[in-house]
């Protein structure tokens, strides 16, 4: 397992080296976005909306904000992203002819996820920081590791995504069916506690929900032990579970 992993690092290695050449570029929707959402919803909708759950507006969305960057950071990179590497630049057959296997690569891509969407939750925190909605600062210590936790199980559905469509415009309907469901349905946007009891159930289904949940408990500083244990238990759970599902699908393409 430890070779495993360090050939692994080498696929992550070589996702850094080409991320890297456009790397304003590459960040520059990770400030961009969740500072546009700020102002047009947090500061255009903020002044309808006296008070959510005894906060502004603004400072209710901000840990979504985060969260959300993590869900489509490692989407989009583990499908979209894979998928080109995969079939278009022929990138994990070359590393198949080297000492590098399918578990090496699988190990690989969710360690790149992992780390880009810590680094990417960091970055929207930064932003967040100096909007004035970071009200303890320490907590950027602990948003990447809930950030590239949140992004594995998302990682997964990513390269579920991969290992089922027969062409890249077919992710437009996981996306449409999948991904911004689970964007706009996990509180986001507004309190699940002000919904029926039956959606809240279904929206326990969904990963990115219980990494939006753990944003929240640090933002708005509720952590508590219980809190910490189920969300970040279930967060783990989804990614052990989709992770290993996504890691046969995607050895029967890459072997075939």
């Known amino acids: 397992m430890i070779e495993s992993l360090k050939l692994g690092w080498h696929v992550v290695i070589r996702n850094w080296t080409v991320y890297k050449k456009d790397f304003l570029a590459n960040i520059s929707p990770t400030v961009a976005d969740p500072s546009l959402i700020m102002v047009s919803l947090g500061l255009g909708l903020g002044p309808l909306v006296q008070s959510v759950n005894g906060m502004s507006y603004l400072a ?3 840990p979504g904000l985060v969260a959300s960057t993590a869900l489509f ?17 022929s990138v994990f057959k070359a590393m198949l002819t080297t ?6 690569v699988v190990i690989g891509e969710f360690l790149w996820n992992f780390l880009k969407g810590a680094m990417m939750s960091l970055g929207v925190g930064l932003v967040l920081l100096a909007f004035g909605l970071v009200t303890n600062p320490w907590i950027l210590l602990v948003i990447p590791l809930v950030g590239g936790l949140t992004a594995l199980p998302c990682a997964a559905l990513g390269l579920l ?3 089922f469509v027969k062409n890249i415009n077919q992710f437009q309907t996981v996306y449409s069916f999948l991904i911004a469901p689970i964007y706009f349905l996990s509180g986001v946007f507004f309190p699940l506690e ?16 219980h990494g939006v949940s753990l944003m929240q408990m640090l933002f708005w500083n509720r952590v508590n032990a219980a809190g910490l244990l189920w969300h970040g238990g279930i967060l783990v759970a989804f990614g052990v579970v989709l992770g290993l599902w996504s890691a046969v699908r995607i050895r029967r393409k890459l072997v075939s």
């Open 161 to 163: 995504a991969s290992s």
């Open 73 to 89: 950071t490692s989407f989009f990179e583990s499908s979209y992203g894979f998928y080109v590497r995969m079939t278009y630049e």
């Open 194 to 209: 002000t919904m029926p009891a039956a959606f809240r159930s279904i929206v326990q289904i969904s990963p990115f929900s």
């Open 99 to 104: 000492p590098i296997g399918v578990r090496e």
């Open 60 to 62: 209710f969305l901000a």
